[in-house]
């Protein structure tokens, strides 16, 4: 006859067993500290690309690819904030875009272009394309507030309406570099330090991203982020206003979106309503495979440094070894899904 009462000790001793594997510590770590696992596959990616190829490690090459991060890796601070939320934003290219092309109609003038130039001072161009910026974005967040309407939804549509308002109000017309003050082209300057050149707009990026991580982790309005995507119904019964905290977010990601125009001008050395056309699912890109939780509520912005440097790195590096475009598209789609999947585990750890 069993003894009812060794029930209870062989279920205890089997959820003990089950729950000291190594998988279940991993899930654990990476659920406490969630910029580990970008860390630990852009340090054995550069590893890899070292080996297979000594000029990937070079200073110059080095150079090079923090200044091809730095338009995604801007534009992908927004695009954190707002999937914090568990929202999405389809529409951030096309506003940085309308955004840049804003500031450079606004300072040439008629004589050097065939656009109708306003020729106004570089430091107010800037400002004003700052703001339709902080404005684009501040609609897409009424919308998303006022109307209930879906993230996805809204930045879908206003993909299409800026995109739209760019070819409408600027006739596709590319404004070079010479064109404008050297203001404007500022973020593209350069210094040597070392071996390394460093390009002033990197800097203004982790400048960014040094605010930002600091804002997410010692402000009420970081937590009260993380509350909204973790559980929104939660945190407006523990009293926060979910919808003010979304309106803010969707501007303050618009602030974001206006100084990565600014940068691209400077990276680009021009102003073109045909710049990074697929840098929406760049942006997004780099925020999944950095370790933010597409669900919302979970996520660092070390987190999506690294997802975009990755990003980079493995693209540098399949070019350098040889590989054809589709196969280094080919790897970032491979490094998304698995980046989702690895999500979704972690989010199953047990408190």
Same mark, same amino acid.
């Given at each position: 006859?069993?003894? *009812?009462?060794? /029930?209870?000790?062989?279920?205890?001793?089997?959820?003990?067993?089950?729950?000291? #594997?190594?998988?279940?510590?991993?899930?654990?770590?990476? =659920?406490?500290?969630?910029?580990?696992?970008?860390?630990?596959?852009?340090?054995?990616?550069?590893?890899?690309?070292?080996?297979?190829?000594?000029?990937?490690?070079?200073?110059? %090459?080095?150079? &090079?690819?923090?200044? !091809?991060?730095?338009?995604?890796?801007?534009?992908?601070?927004? !695009?954190?904030?707002?999937?914090?939320?568990?929202?999405?934003?389809?529409?951030? $290219?096309?506003?940085? @875009?309308?955004?840049?092309?804003?500031?450079?109609?606004?300072?040439?003038?008629?004589?050097?272009? %065939? +656009?109708?130039?306003?020729?106004?001072?570089?430091?107010?161009?800037?400002?004003?394309?700052?703001?339709?910026?902080? +404005?684009?974005?501040?609609?897409?967040?009424?919308?998303?507030?006022?109307?209930?309407?879906?993230?996805?939804?809204?930045?879908?549509?206003? &993909?299409?309406?800026?995109?739209?308002?760019?070819?409408?109000?600027?006739?596709?017309?590319?404004?070079?570099?010479?064109?404008?003050?050297?203001?404007?082209?500022?973020?593209?300057?350069?210094?040597?330090?070392?071996?390394?050149?460093?390009?002033?707009?990197?800097?203004?990026?982790?400048?960014?991203? /040094?605010?930002? *991580?600091?804002?997410?982790?010692?402000?009420?309005?970081?937590? =009260?982020?993380?509350?909204?995507?973790?559980?929104?119904?939660?945190?407006?019964?523990? $009293?926060?206003?979910?919808?003010?905290?979304?309106?803010?977010?969707?501007? +303050?990601? #618009?602030?974001?979106?206006?100084?990565?125009?600014?940068?691209?001008?400077?990276?680009? #050395?021009?102003?073109?309503?045909?710049? *990074?056309?697929?840098? %929406?699912?760049?942006?997004?890109?780099?925020?999944?495979?950095?370790?933010?939780?597409?669900?919302?509520?979970?996520?660092?912005?070390?987190?999506? &440094?690294?997802? /975009?440097?990755?990003?980079?790195?493995?693209?540098?590096?399949? /070019?350098?070894?040889?590989?054809?475009?589709?196969?280094?598209? &080919?790897?970032?789609?491979?490094?998304?899904?698995?980046? @989702?999947?690895?999500?979704?585990?972690?989010?199953? @750890?047990?408190?």
């Amino acid at each position: 006859m069993v003894n *009812a009462t060794a /029930a209870p000790d062989l279920a205890e001793e089997f959820d003990a067993s089950s729950s000291s #594997g190594i998988l279940p510590k991993i899930q654990v770590v990476l =659920h406490k500290y969630p910029y580990l696992s970008p860390l630990t596959v852009l340090i054995v990616a550069m590893i890899i690309f070292t080996l297979l190829n000594d000029r990937f490690i070079l200073a110059t %090459n080095l150079s &090079l690819m923090t200044q !091809q991060t730095v338009i995604v890796g801007t534009l992908a601070i927004a !695009q954190t904030l707002i999937i914090l939320t568990a929202g999405i934003d389809l529409s951030i $290219g096309a506003i940085m @875009v309308f955004a840049q092309m804003t500031m450079a109609n606004l300072v040439v003038t008629s004589d050097v272009s %065939n +656009v109708a130039g306003f020729g106004w001072p570089a430091p107010l161009a800037i400002a004003a394309g700052i703001l339709i910026a902080v +404005v684009a974005g501040a609609v897409n967040g009424f919308l998303i507030v006022r109307f209930k309407l879906p993230p996805f939804i809204v930045t879908l549509g206003t &993909l299409s309406v800026f995109t739209a308002l760019s070819l409408i109000f600027f006739k596709a017309r590319t404004i070079q570099g010479p064109e404008m003050p050297d203001m404007m082209t500022w973020m593209g300057t350069a210094f040597e330090v070392g071996p390394f050149r460093v390009m002033t707009g990197v800097l203004v990026m982790l400048g960014l991203y /040094a605010l930002f *991580a600091y804002i997410l982790r010692n402000t009420s309005w970081g937590t =009260h982020i993380y509350a909204v995507g973790d559980d929104r119904d939660a945190a407006e019964l523990s $009293g926060i206003n979910t919808g003010r905290v979304l309106f803010s977010v969707y501007a +303050v990601a #618009g602030l974001v979106m206006g100084i990565a125009a600014w940068i691209t001008i400077g990276r680009v #050395g021009s102003a073109s309503p045909n710049v *990074a056309p697929n840098i %929406n699912l760049d942006s997004i890109t780099a925020v999944v495979i950095g370790g933010t939780s597409l669900f919302g509520g979970r996520g660092i912005m070390i987190g999506t &440094l690294l997802g /975009a440097l990755i990003v980079t790195v493995v693209e540098n590096g399949l /070019a350098l070894a040889g590989l054809d475009q589709a196969y280094r598209v &080919l790897a970032v789609g491979v490094l998304v899904i698995t980046a @989702v999947a690895l999500d979704q585990w972690i989010r199953k @750890v047990k408190a």
